[in-house]
């Protein structure tokens, strides 16, 4: 266990490191136009020469802007502890009613999300006992799954939010649905391949006990399934928030995680953008965490794995 | 009728079975006619591919054959099984992880209908049989592979069925757990007086248990030899070092030696 520690750590250590050296060419052209109209004597002393020169050899020739470049307003790249401040302020230091606190618009990107997860899971487990007993399904609604998730849902999104308008649906139920148009093709999946399952021994013993479909359903396919429904619903909780956030940028939403990303790219924000994006992450990691626990609990009750 | 057809459980008579595959026709099984009467051990032995999985598998309507007629209580092999005429063992336990012992013995008496009292009853009642008391409420995993198998011929006794089908039960189960669950089964049988029909690829295992072998052989799948098995029916373990278990089983290896070439 310590090892495993030592090696997360270590990892996440150089992803930091590497982090932060990739700030100091990415911010240097901004630090050293401020530095000069500090009167700071910087070489080569001219913004159009420096345009035209490599972000290693300005490092080399103006060593003193280094430290400059991790504490700029409105850098290139944020340096770590800026995303981390802004986080913590936006967070913690907020009222979570306050229109600036992240906790605020992470709710409401979290409710499109669970709301938009339900509808996906729903509707994937239903398609997906269809496709199981029916053949017409089998060869009618996968094709259609599968090609419902190649067209880019940033194309899909805006017409699907416009055509809900013109049907006066607006709100959390456009995201929502977004949300469920990415999730239930997971579930479908992993559902099909669940509950057919069960090998044909299996399946041949409930013949000898002249069993029903209904039956064979209830008693044997869908505990077999259980086990790949939750690997489909780590997959689909995470496709459900991209969805709530992608479902929030055509519709200049004024609150939610996807407005925050909106709002910081249109005012070059970019430390918002990015603290917006790590809250994002935590809830994503958060959402998985908790099917995660849900699906250690319920698999070792049923006796899978051990 | 006269008293001895009434004594005949199972009568196959000049039954065919074809697979059509992709590389064309499969005799699977061919021209089987054998009867089996109440209270019989009969036991199919044979090499891979010689049929006798399948011959048990149409016994219990899993495949529907292609010539001859077969009966089992007089009936159809469908209409036998809607009657719960036969309980079926497999090769594998194959217990529900997510069922208790008991649950799992009640498994079929859910399928069919009986009450919860019954049910309960039932599973006590086989548990006994099979030496299980007490391991009801343990989950499988918490079971070796013996009791696993043990639990899963339990779960085919549960429904009082007349007839026990085995497909290779012990089969993979190491020799020491099989030899001791040959010696419970006999006493089963003995108790319960259940007509048995039992595939295995074992010579002594055959000889040991059965009143009837019937060696088969492969390609097209037919019967070879049919011996009826004089040892008494109480049979120790050592009496497999007597020289009419070893006279038998001799008989049962020409069988085999003669359906090969």
New interface residues.
Partial sequence: MPRTVVSVLTVVAALIALWYAAVVPMNIKEALTSAERAGQVVTPDSAMLRRDTGAFTLITNNSFAIPATFNQARPRLPAPHQVLAELWNTTVMKNITSKRSLVYHGWITLSATLLGFAIGTGLGILLAVGIVHSRVMDMSVMPWAIVSQTIPIIALAPMIIVVLYSIGIQGIIPKAIISAYLSFFPVVVGMVKGLRSPDA??L????????GQV?TFW??RL?ASIPYLFTSLKIGIAASLVGAIVGELPTGAVSGLGARLLAGSYYGQTVQIWSALFGAAILAAGLVGLIGLAERKLLKR???G? | MNDAAQDIVIRSENLDLTFQTGDGPVHALKDITLDIHRGEFVSFIGPSGCGKTTFLRVIAALEQPTGGSITVNGMTPDEARRNRAYGYVFQAAGLYPWRTIAGNIKLPLEVMGYSRAEQDEKVRKVLELVDLEGFGKKYPWQLSGGMQQRASIARALAFDADILLMDEPFGALDEIVRDHLNEQLLHLWARTNKTIGFVTHSIPEAVYLSTKIVVMSPRPGRIADVIDNSLPRKRPLDIRDSPEFLAIAHRVREGLREGHS
């Fill in positions: 021994m299996q041949d013993l409930l013949k000898t006990y002249s069993a039956q008693k044997l505990p049923m006796g899978f051990t």
